[in-house]
């Protein structure tokens, strides 16, 4: 399963931003879909998580602020920003498990996109 991430980019405190995931599969049922960001010098942290039935499961830093949404027929994944602080600055990376058709489980990683927010 291939992740194309977009969206990104550079924006001012306070402001909003969407970053939008599709994973380009014709053969794999697609599971949990998530985001997860790395800002520089630190380890890649869950920002939130949406499962195929739209369960969703936020990190403590980005409730309230952030929404995650996914379009099954699209295997889409979105993340709506808001009122964004210089702390969320980081690379995102879109992340989806999938399960092969003998029932194994797999997941991918997109390659990640960048999201600056000055003060």
């Known amino acids: 399963v291939q992740l194309q991430a977009s969206g990104g980019g550079l924006v001012q405190a306070g402001g909003s931003l969407r970053l939008s995931c599709i994973a380009s599969t014709s053969k794999f049922s697609v599971n949990t879909m998530a985001w997860y960001r790395q800002a520089p010098e630190r380890g890649r942290e869950l920002v939130a998580s949406?499962?195929?039935?739209?369960?969703?499961i936020y990190g403590e830093s980005v409730k309230g602020r952030f929404t995650v949404s996914r379009d099954n027929a699209r295997n889409s994944l979105d993340l709506q920003m808001n009122s964004l602080k210089p702390e969320d600055t980081a690379v995102y990376y879109c992340?989806?498990?999938?399960?092969w058709g003998n029932g194994s489980l797999d997941y991918s990683w997109g390659q990640g996109t960048q999201l600056t927010v000055s003060s």
């Open positions: 992340k989806t498990n999938y399960r």
């Open positions: 949406v499962t195929h039935s739209g369960s969703t």
